[in-house]
């Protein structure tokens, strides 16, 4: 969404190729962000979709399109006439990704847009045909940029460890330059993750604050009420330390600890997320089990309403070990953060849908009120990602009355007056793939440092036979003070 008195970079017009364009991913997110992104002009009016389909005809694909936009976002206001100007911009290619001929037709489809024939391939596909298409389009000429940008979008996950993530690496670059690469994390198109950048580096009042003088420990947190839903499938190989932690809670915490770069390129901030993965200490066998949780939900109650174990869900094998829980220690042995833990946690099923980065400031070193009946609380500043994004500052003021009894203060500053305004992550990053803007996406050498990281732990957890349980719609997490032993306050329970 764009709001008054902003000025953004229109994007040059482009062939926007979907790569499954009748699944999941294009109906629920991808479709809806380009109808709001040609409405407020993120989009180029003389673009164009192009879709990959399969099994459809032209008529049948722009049916099961519309009839997602109205699924899925009936909030999109889609009568006769603007759906006929959106889907005027929208050309169908039949055929099967195997097939080269396939590509061929792509080619043939995309259409000189002024003097240039620039494409986004977007790959709303499983991860395992990324390679193929990468080299179909490269077979069929359509990765030169003779006559325009060629950018390629993935989505993760980016293999599903050290090894697959370095194959798929090398598979993508024999055929493209990095450049070309866009990995995508919709988590870091998020306004309020990106408003943790600014945050630090637009306030002076933040960075004397910002290291281990003052900072006893940070929790970087995603809690969802919801079970596994329609991805069993998917998350019966992943767990959540694959789903989240290794890609997108790692992502917040290089953004959280990485030193202000020299510019505000995309290089210059992935240089210095880079550091910080280099910086993070390797985890030995002997220590995980000290430094990492695993559990997974059983039967409980959930937003009123009774829900099933994990190992009761459809597609779920009931001997099951996987993780819907996971939590690690990690520490960055550097000079700014030595010997301040980070505490990085997601959970499904759990009390309450919040997403928090939590910093947990030092105790004063001397306390004038320990004799009275209320000692201070802990000071904490939390970035609330969602929902109701903004900032809450934690400090202890004297009650009213003729004592001096201290309370807990709480200072909320919300990111945005009305939700509307803020953008949704899929519009941020498609635009900056149109704008060439690399800054919010993985580059190769960052994903594989950071399955390099938790790849002990990923062989540690492969061969368990059981696993910790938690009732659902709880924080009932066991080992959850285990793993933040001697830190401040103990374990953050967002409310």
């Known amino acids: 969404m764009v709001t008054a008195g902003q000025t953004i970079d229109t994007a040059d017009p482009s062939n926007i190729v979907i790569f499954g364009a009748t699944g999941d991913l294009t109906k629920r997110k991808l479709i809806p962000a380009l109808v709001r992104m040609f409405d407020c002009g993120l989009v180029h009016s003389d673009s164009r979709i192009i879709g990959v389909i399969r099994n459809q005809t032209h008529e049948e694909w722009l049916q099961i399109i519309r009839e997602g936009l109205a699924k899925y976002s009936p909030q999109i206001s889609m009568d006769d006439d603007k759906w006929n100007v959106f889907s ?3 050309k169908s290619v039949v055929g099967d990704l195997d097939n080269d001929q396939v590509y061929a037709d792509i080619g043939s489809a995309m259409e000189l847009l002024g003097e240039r024939k620039n494409a986004m391939f977007y790959c709303a596909i499983p991860p395992g045909w990324y390679g193929r298409v990468a080299h179909g389009l490269s077979a069929a000429g359509l990765i030169s940029e003779q ?142 089990e000290k430094l990492t949780v695993a559990a997974q939900y059983a039967s409980g109650n959930s937003n009123g309403e009774a ?57 004063p070193p001397f306390n004038l009120f320990d004799s009275h009946a209320s000692l201070p609380k802990e000071n904490a500043l939390v970035f609330r990602l969602q929902p109701e994004g903004g900032v809450v500052l934690r400090l202890n003021a004297k009650k009213p009355g003729l004592t001096t009894d201290n309370e807990p203060l709480v200072m909320r500053a919300p990111y945005a007056d009305d939700e509307k305004e803020v953008a949704d992550a899929y519009e941020i990053l498609m635009h900056d793939v149109l704008t060439g803007d690399e800054t919010l996406f993985s580059r190769s050498d960052e994903v594989e440092e950071s399955w390099s990281i938790v790849e ?38 967002p409310t």
């Open 307 to 363: 829900v099933p174990a994990y190992v009761s869900e459809e597609n779920v094998s009931p001997e099951s070990a996987t993780e819907t829980f996971a939590a690690v220690r990690f520490q960055i042995d550097n000079w700014r953060w030595q010997g301040v833990p980070f505490i990085v946690w997601t959970g499904k099923r759990m009390k309450k849908k919040v997403s928090e980065v939590m910093i947990r400031f030092r105790r």
């Open 88 to 90: 005027s911009r929208m």
């Open 456 to 493: 002990p732990i990923l062989q540690e957890w492969k061969d368990r036979f059981s696993i910790d349980r938690y009732r659902a719609g709880t924080w009932e997490v066991p080992n959850m003070d285990k793993i933040t032993e001697g830190c401040v306050g103990g374990w953050h329970m």
């Open 147 to 288: 006559d325009g940008y060629r950018r390629i979008v993935i989505e993760k996950p980016f293999g599903m460890n050290l090894e697959s993530a370095h194959a798929l690496n090398q598979e993508l670059l024999a055929v493209c330059h990095e450049k070309q690469i866009y990995r995508i994390d919709h988590y870091l198109g998020k306004e309020s993750v990106q408003n943790l950048l600014v945050y630090r580096f637009a306030n002076s009042i933040m960075e004397p604050l910002w290291n281990r003088n003052y900072i006893d420990h940070i929790q970087i947190s995603v809690a969802e009420t919801i079970g596994i839903e329609y991805r069993a499938n998917y998350y019966e190989k992943s767990g959540a330390l694959r789903d989240m932690i290794q890609s997108h809670l790692m992502q917040l915490m290089t953004l959280v600890a990485m030193e202000p770069p020299v510019e505000f390129t995309a290089d210059a901030v992935r240089d210095e997320k880079m550091k910080v993965l280099r910086a993070v200490r390797r985890f030995k066998p002997e220590s995980i």
